[in-house]
T-cell receptor
Framework: NAGVTQTPKFRVLKTGQSMTLLCAQDMNHEYMYWYRQDPGMGLRLIHYSVGEGTTAKGEVPDGYNVSRLKKQNFLLGLESAAPSQTSVYFC?????????????FGSGTRLTVV | RKEVEQDPGPFNVPEGATVAFNCTYSNSASQSFFWYRQDCRKEPKLLMSVYSSGNEDGRFTAQLNRASQYISLLIRDSKLSDSATYLCVPAFNDYKLSFGAGTTVTVRA
């Protein structure tokens, strides 16, 4: 049982380049999330989705776009990468039972923008 | 005021010691609470869930004080493997969590 899988695990981009981070979950979870984590700042929510075809902005959405065309996948796009987007990106998912049982996280993507 | 505030530490303790730390939260509507553990450069992993006044799981005890809006985590008989950053996470509804920046614990031999 894979849980939450993120690809790629590492990436180096040049300023202005674009890329897409893929998150896939096999737990049939309704909710999916993208966070970034920077030293000393904790996890900050970028975008989230409460179901297939829906997305919403989180705390730090600027410079990112997302799509949830299939229930199991949540894509995070950087249209024009900037050095400020150098970070570790975590995807997470959770179920929709009406009680919050917490998130399951992917192993992260380490992105460096030069 | 931040939604979640934690003492960043680090708490440096010898093996076998007891260590405890608190977390305060600002949203009184929070219904459930979690402690996550994060090892260096790894993803956060769920350590404990707290749905009522507290929870105990082996050497780990979490206590919730709704009146004062804080939760605590106590680790007894610390092991080297307990060295990690512990994230306090209140839930505001059935799908959204708010993460604290974490408390770092280092257990030394």
């Amino acid at each position: 049982n894979a849980g939450v899988t993120q690809t790629p695990k590492f990436r180096v981009l040049k300023t202005g380049q674009s890329m897409t981070l893929l998150c896939a979950q096999d737990m049939n979870h309704e909710y999916m999330y993208w966070y970034r984590q920077d030293p000393g700042m904790g996890l900050r929510l970028i975008h989230y989705s409460v179901g297939e075809g829906t997305t919403a902005k989180g705390e730090v959405p600027d410079g990112y776009n997302v799509s949830r065309l299939k229930k199991q996948n949540f894509l995070l796009g950087l249209e024009s990468a900037a050095p400020s987007q150098t970070s570790v990106y975590f995807c997470a998912s959770s179920s929709s039972t009406g009680v919050n049982y917490g998130y399951t996280f992917g192993s992260g993507t380490r992105l460096t923008v030069v | 005021r931040k939604e979640v505030e934690q003492d960043p530490g680090p708490f440096n303790v010898p093996e076998g010691a007891t260590v405890a730390f608190n977390c305060t939260y600002s949203n009184s509507a929070s219904q459930s609470f979690f402690w996550y553990r994060q090892d260096c450069r790894k993803e956060p992993k769920l350590l404990m869930s707290v749905y009522s006044s507290g929870n105990e799981d082996g050497r780990f005890t979490a206590q919730l004080n709704r009146a004062s809006q804080y939760i605590s985590l106590l680790i007894r008989d610390s092991k080297l493997s307990d060295s990690a950053t512990y994230l306090c996470v209140p839930a505001f509804n059935d799908y959204k969590l708010s993460f604290g920046a974490g408390t770092t614990v280092t257990v030394r031999a």
